[in-house]
């Protein structure tokens, strides 16, 4: 239990993002166009899709402490670049650090978390478990691009020393894990073994592959619109204080959506409640379509709001469907996916923003994803046999 204290310390730390509802708007500051910070962004996804794969064997190697420290120092390394440049290559080679620290992250914690309660024997709490780290996670965010949009005021670089700081801290309680392994050291993987067993697994269980889209789809593209929502709320006419604020109060409610998403799991079929989120998620996509300001930020609020609560939820169906010694490189195979449709998503609607109307593009790429999370979602459902674990058959190599 203390070990998973400090664990959500080390998640509360490690996401306070001051830039992230302003960094944007922090490269308009600087004179880069739409296109430009599209490519940035790009070079971001494409490094988090080279790295995604590797990061997660990196994982399920070293194990998830190390993995998480080795990330946040990537992270660091990020926020100091950012301090001390602003040439649009060493951005760039900013955005390819920070790519990379990602990656060695996303998938870590969740496998981390999930692997807690599996040593202990608990693993029907791991919905609450990482509720409450989702939770963590978003009070982080919310305080921190709160605050990023009042900061700015004093200055643009301070965002990023705070950022340090705050990383810095979560080093430390990182550094005080213990690692939640379930397996003896000396049955510890080999990279061949864990690229054997992934394979496996996804070519023996065709059915989690329409899983992993779907989920890869959904996050992708609610990201990009999360991310487009600054200059989208900017072009309403609202100020860059406002922007910050308007992404805490979001912020806010995902912590909310994150605490009760396990209740709302156990009460309802997990089936009927992850259809249920795409279906209000598409009306409110809709109603932004509606030539009005406050409709525009009241979809753009639900939708993120709602994406706090659809993340737990198929976190539980995804988690309880793999196994432990290959857990971190299926996530990585999530994250690899999402990543590589976002390096393509988010420039090409920076492109198209320049010529046509930024929210009809992105209410157009967002129906279009959920029409194609649902039918992946609906094969899955239809094949997937009641209580069905997919494991490997694979033997582990203990070399």
Not at 135 to 154: D, E, K, P, W
Request: with cysteine; charged share 15%.
């Amino acid at each position: 239990m203390k070990n998973r204290f400090y664990f959500y310390l080390s998640g509360f730390f490690g996401n306070f993002y001051f830039e992230r509802g302003i960094w944007i708007l922090y490269l308009l500051h600087l004179k880069f166009s739409l296109y430009e910070i599209g490519i940035l962004q790009a070079i971001l996804n494409i490094t988090m899709t080279v790295f995604e794969l590797p990061s997660g064997i990196i994982s399920d190697y070293l194990r998830r402490k190390k993995t998480l420290f080795l990330g946040h120092l990537f992270i660091i390394l990020y926020m100091v670049i950012f301090v001390f440049s602003q040439d649009f290559w060493f951005l760039a080679l900013g955005h390819v650090i920070y790519g990379i620290g990602l990656s060695l992250i996303s998938g870590t914690e969740e496998s981390y978390l999930y692997e807690s309660y599996e040593k202990e024997g608990k693993v029907e709490s791991y919905g609450k478990g990482i509720g409450i780290y989702v939770a963590c996670v978003t009070a982080a965010l919310a305080l921190s691009m709160g605050l990023g949009g009042y900061l700015q005021l004093f200055s643009w670089h301070l965002i990023f020393y705070m950022g340090i700081f705050m990383h810095l801290l979560s080093l430390i309680f990182i550094f005080s894990l213990e690692d939640a392994d379930i397996y003896e050291k000396s049955s510890k993987q080999s990279i061949k073994s864990i690229l054997k067993d992934s394979y496996n697994v996804l070519r023996e269980n065709t059915t989690l592959v329409y899983l992993i889209f779907a989920l890869a789809i959904f996050s992708s593209i609610i990201s990009v619109y999360f991310m487009y929502g600054q200059t989208l709320l900017f072009n309403l006419q609202i100020d860059i204080k406002e922007v910050g604020l308007i992404f805490s109060i979001i912020s806010l409610l995902q912590i909310v959506t994150s605490l009760i998403s396990s209740k709302i799991s156990d009460k309802y079929n997990q089936r009927d409640t992850i259809f249920f989120i795409l279906f209000i998620i598409l009306i409110f996509y809709l109603v932004s379509l509606i030539n009005n300001t406050y409709l525009v930020l009241l979809a753009f609020i639900v939708i993120n709001t709602l994406y706090a609560l659809f993340e737990p939820i198929t976190s539980v169906l995804f988690n309880n469907e793999v196994k432990t010694n290959i857990r971190a490189t299926l996530l990585s195979v999530i994250n690899f996916a999402t990543s590589l449709i976002m390096a393509i998503i988010f420039p090409l609607i920076g492109f198209i923003g320049e010529y046509v109307e930024l929210n009809i593009v992105l209410v157009t790429v967002g129906i279009s994803s959920l029409m194609v999370c649902f039918c992946c979602l609906f094969v899955y459902f239809k094949r997937k046999q009641p209580n069905g674990i997919v494991e490997s058959n694979s033997s582990i190599d203990i070399s």
